[in-house]
């Protein structure tokens, strides 16, 4: 069982940056890749960006592209997701999850464990 918690959510404008953390607890982080959904109010989640158990394959939407990074350090058993240029489209509710395989899906399906999320509201 693995515990996942996201962290970092907030309420920024257009342009800005935000760090969301998703600390691991309770399994071997390291079997894991994670994945970075997310929620907007009144639309289905979607797939943002996931990294591959040794963080050395990454995958990103097309809406992320340029603009989110995607890392995790398994040593503190924590994934990141780094987003810049923020825009009104990106608010929503963040999601990390979890797969106990070497390379990540972008089906929520697919996935083991998640987050209960964190907000991110984007003001334009």
């Known amino acids: 069982q693995v515990l996942l918690v996201e962290s970092g959510g907030g309420l920024v404008q257009a342009g800005d940056a935000l760090r969301l953390s998703c600390a691991a607890s309770?399994?071997?982080?390291?079997?894991?890749?994670v994945a970075w959904f997310r929620q907007a109010p009144g639309r289905e989640r979607e797939f943002v960006a996931a990294?591959?158990?040794?963080?050395?394959?990454?995958y990103y939407a097309d809406f992320t592209k340029g603009r989110f990074v995607i890392s995790r350090d398994n040593a503190k058993n924590t994934v990141w997701l780094q987003m810049s240029s923020l825009k009104s489209e990106d608010t929503g509710n963040y999601s990390c999850?979890?797969?106990?395989?070497?390379?990540?899906?972008?089906?929520?399906?697919?996935?083991?464990?998640w987050g209960q999320g964190t907000q991110v509201t984007v003001s334009s």
């Open positions: 990294i591959s158990r040794s963080g050395g394959s990454t």
């Open positions: 999850a979890a797969v106990g395989s070497a390379f990540p899906t972008r089906t929520e399906g697919n996935y083991d464990f």
């Open positions: 309770g399994g071997t982080f390291s079997s894991y890749a």
